[in-house]
């Protein structure tokens, strides 16, 4: 590449060189057409009019003489008479002659140069004409490598550039990284030990109290070793048996799902001499119930009364309890009574879809603790026993609510209510909402159709 770039410029060089020459053949052929004008012997000075000033002549060294290692310019050889004088033939040297022939030939100078450089004109300009193309390539290639050149150096910045930021994430990553290993290292060699001496301070404790329930258990089983007898049996009156009852508010009903399972309250107190006393507040266990009702046909009498002494009731000659595997669900049909059939056809007040939400038939049991009813299943603020205050078998929710809150002396209002709802002793179809009886009980009794 540097070659054909110092070519290029030693052709360009002798081209510039033939223009010269070309001027000077000018020139040279201008003066030759004015040789036949008439010379001025004086024209290269300046004329002045008057005498001109004389100027003695300067020194002028010795002569050489014959005696010296060079010899004098030869002369012109006389020719005598009938003799004719050849010719002498001058040697081609390529260059000018004088004006005359014995003066001899000039010393080389720019004529035969440029005789010379004629004929090599058109080799030359056949060189540049082929040269031309591959400079022009040449030039072409190198834009092209210069701009390449260009994008990569853009492309190194630009990748700098980025190197330069990630550096800068990676270093506070890395700062990040640091503090993290610096808190990982003191919890684990300090936070955890301190932990886990705490667990096994926690652990002891459990183990002590596991040592002292595994005491109490074994004390039990020696207690029941021979089987335990009932002093006062279920109550069973006139025929019925008594499977809830309220009184006079000394039970929680508030009860959690395993209590209602098994049951709760005082069924009845020993008074010594082989007697019960009167059965208190109580529920007799779901599970006790269902057995019963599936043993066969069961019906059920609810008896109630007001603060008045008032008293009314309400009978289904069919009550069924389903298991626990179906949440005990509730089966009831052949209503009687005066108190209104509440389990069927839920509160009479009301209307349409706000009546048909308090029928209790086919619904299953539900507890603070488990929420079985209708109103927004999975919704833990949305739950009829926490509202009311009983387990019962709520639908949204009720039309009566014996397992409710006791309230003394019957009416009471929303702003005595835990949650501001009818969750008192209720029983709708006889004294509304807002009326919490003085007592209620429920009793079953195998059903016998009558011939």
Same mark, same amino acid.
């Given at each position: 590449?540097?070659?054909?770039?110092?070519?290029?410029?030693?052709?360009?060089?002798?081209?510039?060189?033939?223009?010269?020459?070309?001027?000077?053949?000018?020139?040279k052929?201008?003066?030759?057409?004015?040789?036949?004008?008439?010379?001025?012997?004086?024209?290269?000075?300046?004329?002045?009019?008057?005498?001109?000033?004389?100027?003695?002549?300067?020194?002028?060294?010795?002569?050489?003489?014959?005696?010296? &290692?060079?010899?004098?310019?030869?002369?012109?050889?006389r020719?005598?008479?009938?003799?004719?004088?050849?010719?002498?033939?001058?040697?081609?040297?390529?260059?000018?002659?004088?004006?005359?022939?014995?003066?001899?030939?000039?010393?080389?100078?720019?004529?035969?140069?440029k005789?010379?450089?004629?004929?090599?004109?058109?080799?030359?300009?056949?060189?540049?004409? +082929?040269?031309?193309?591959?400079?022009?390539?040449?030039?072409?290639?190198?834009?092209?490598?210069?701009?390449?050149?260009?994008?990569?150096?853009?492309?190194?910045?630009?990748?700098?550039?980025?190197?330069?930021?990630?550096?800068a994430?990676?270093?506070?990553?890395?700062?990040?990284?640091?503090?993290?290993?610096?808190?990982?290292?003191?919890?684990?060699?300090?936070?955890f030990?301190?932990?886990?001496?705490?667990?096994?301070?926690?652990?002891?404790?459990?183990?002590?109290?596991?040592?002292?329930?595994?005491?109490?258990?074994?004390?039990?089983?020696?207690?029941?070793?021979?089987? #335990?007898?009932t002093? #006062?049996p279920?109550?069973?009156?006139?025929?019925? $048996? $008594?499977?809830?009852?309220?009184?006079?508010?000394?039970?929680?009903?508030?009860r959690?799902?395993?209590?209602? &399972?098994?049951g709760?309250?005082?069924?009845?107190?020993?008074?010594?001499?082989?007697?019960?006393?009167?059965?208190?507040?109580?529920?007799?266990?779901?599970?006790?119930?269902?057995?019963?009702?599936?043993?066969?046909p069961?019906?059920?009498?609810i008896?109630?009364?007001d603060?008045?002494?008032?008293?009314?009731?309400?009978q289904?000659?069919?009550?069924?309890?389903?298991?626990?595997?179906?949440?005990?669900v509730?089966?009831?049909?052949?209503?009687?009574g005066?108190?209104?059939?509440?389990?069927?056809?839920?509160?009479?007040?009301?209307?349409?879809?706000?009546r048909?939400?308090?029928?209790?038939?086919?619904?299953?049991?539900?507890?603070?603790?488990?929420?079985?009813?209708?109103?927004?299943?999975?919704?833990?603020?949305?739950?009829?026993?926490? +509202?009311?205050?009983?387990?019962?078998?709520?639908?949204?929710?009720?039309?009566s609510?014996?397992?409710?809150?006791?309230?003394?002396?019957?009416?009471?209002? &929303?702003?005595?209510?835990?949650?501001?709802?009818d969750?008192?002793?209720?029983?709708?179809?006889w004294k509304?909402?807002?009326?919490?009886?003085?007592?209620?009980?429920?009793?079953?009794?195998?059903?016998?159709?009558?011939?």
């Open positions: 590449m540097k070659t054909l770039l110092i070519l290029y410029l030693c052709a360009y060089a002798a081209r510039g060189d033939d223009l010269e020459y070309d001027d000077y053949e000018d020139t052929s201008s003066t030759r057409k004015n040789t036949t004008a008439t010379v001025d012997a004086r024209g290269h000075r300046p004329l002045q009019r008057g005498r001109e000033p004389y100027s003695p002549t300067r020194y002028a060294p010795p002569t050489v003489t014959s005696g010296n &290692r060079y010899g004098g310019r030869p002369g012109t050889a020719v005598t008479q009938g003799q004719v004088q050849e010719k002498q033939e001058q040697p081609e040297a390529g260059g000018c002659t004088h004006a005359s022939e014995e003066l001899g030939v000039l010393c080389p100078n720019g004529c035969e140069l005789t010379a450089l004629l004929k090599q004109e058109r080799t030359v300009r056949t060189s540049l004409g +082929e040269l031309k193309p591959q400079v022009d390539e040449l030039m072409r290639s190198s834009n092209q490598i210069y701009n390449y050149v260009s994008s990569v150096s853009v492309s190194l910045r630009e990748r700098q550039r980025v190197i330069d930021a990630n550096n994430v990676v270093s506070v990553y890395t700062e990040n990284v640091e503090e993290q290993h610096a808190y990982i290292k003191e919890t684990v060699d300090t936070i030990p301190s932990n886990i001496r705490i667990l096994q301070g926690v652990l002891d404790r459990v183990r002590q109290k596991i040592q002292k329930l595994e005491k109490a258990i074994q004390a039990q089983r020696e207690d029941c070793k021979e089987p #335990c007898k002093k #006062c279920i109550p069973v009156v006139s025929g019925w $048996l $008594l499977i809830q009852n309220r009184l006079d508010g000394s039970v929680d009903f508030g959690r799902w395993d209590d209602y &399972r098994r709760f309250g005082n069924i009845a107190f020993d008074a010594g001499k082989g007697h019960c006393e009167t059965p208190g507040e109580y529920w007799l266990g779901n599970d006790r119930i269902s057995q019963l009702t599936k043993m066969g069961t019906e059920v009498l008896e109630m009364q603060w008045t002494g008032a008293k009314v009731h309400a289904y000659r069919q009550f069924t309890v389903q298991s626990d595997t179906s949440n005990y509730l089966s009831v049909d052949g209503y009687s005066n108190a209104g059939n509440s389990f069927m056809e839920g509160a009479l007040e009301l209307f349409g879809v706000n048909t939400m308090t029928i209790h038939n086919a619904m299953r049991f539900s507890t603070y603790d488990r929420d079985n009813d209708n109103w927004s299943p999975g919704d833990p603020s949305k739950q009829c026993s926490r +509202e009311d205050g009983g387990g019962w078998w709520y639908n949204r929710c009720h039309s609510n014996p397992n409710g809150r006791y309230y003394m002396g019957g009416a009471y209002t &929303r702003y005595m209510a835990k949650h501001g709802t969750d008192g002793v209720v029983w709708m179809n509304g909402s807002w009326y919490s009886l003085k007592t209620i009980s429920m009793k079953i009794r195998p059903f016998f159709a009558s011939k």
